[in-house]
């Protein structure tokens, strides 16, 4: 039996805040996120039940869900690492259908779930897990630069463990860019499967 993880604090900063307001993978920058129960007032994943699809084999596609996906959150750094393996300039927030990206926290999609993410405004967002890359975020990027074919697939590979957080509203608040943000994991354990 290995020894547990112990509970971490780490701080960052709102470096960017975001909605996506359409079916399509891009978002739009916005100065604050309000969020309520239902997550991010105005997003096209705001809601307190989703239906289920690819990620849950286990129920019928469509079947009401609670929504533990509230919001796409994402590292400034980790996103400049997979611009630079795919010999990109930037990989913009817009582009991947971010709500929020952090600066700061280190490996920010390795937080483990349950994380608390604690906002000025009281706003607090509990997070589910990481949030696996995908060829259509890859042809939203490829679509910045023309020529490059290779983008499509070549971000999926390059932005494992790399493609940010999903989570849901504990608290409800607001969000600005250029808040801190305080982080709170919880003691961890190895499940030894």
């Given at each position: 039996m290995t020894e547990p993880m112990p509970a971490l604090t780490l701080n960052g900063r709102v470096d960017g805040t975001f909605v996506v307001e359409a079916a399509a993978v891009e978002s739009t920058a916005r100065p604050e996120l309000l969020l309520t129960y239902a997550g991010v007032v105005g997003d096209r994943h705001e809601g307190l039940v989703r239906p289920s699809g690819a990620r849950e084999p286990w129920y019928p596609r469509g079947t009401p869900m609670r929504n533990e996906r509230q919001l796409s959150i994402l590292s400034a750094e980790e996103l400049a690492e997979i611009a630079a393996t795919l010999s990109l300039p930037q990989i913009l927030g817009e582009w991947v259908g971010a709500n929020l990206i952090l600066s700061g926290i280190p490996h920010l999609?390795?937080?483990?779930?349950?994380?608390?993410?604690?906002?000025?405004?009281?706003?607090?967002?509990?997070?589910?897990?990481?949030?696996?890359?995908?060829?259509?975020?890859?042809?939203?990027?490829?679509?910045?630069?023309?020529?490059?074919?290779?983008?499509?697939?070549?971000?999926?590979?390059?932005a494992m463990g790399k493609r940010g957080l999903v989570g849901w509203v504990e608290r409800e608040g607001a969000i600005r860019t250029g808040d801190a943000v305080k982080v709170r994991t919880w003691r961890q354990a190895s499940y030894p499967g």
């Open positions: 999609t390795r937080l483990p779930p349950r994380s608390l993410m604690l906002f000025p405004s009281g706003a607090t967002i509990r997070i589910d897990g990481d949030n696996d890359p995908c060829r259509k975020t890859g042809r939203t990027i490829a679509a910045q630069f023309p020529g490059r074919d290779d983008i499509e697939f070549g971000f999926v590979k390059a």
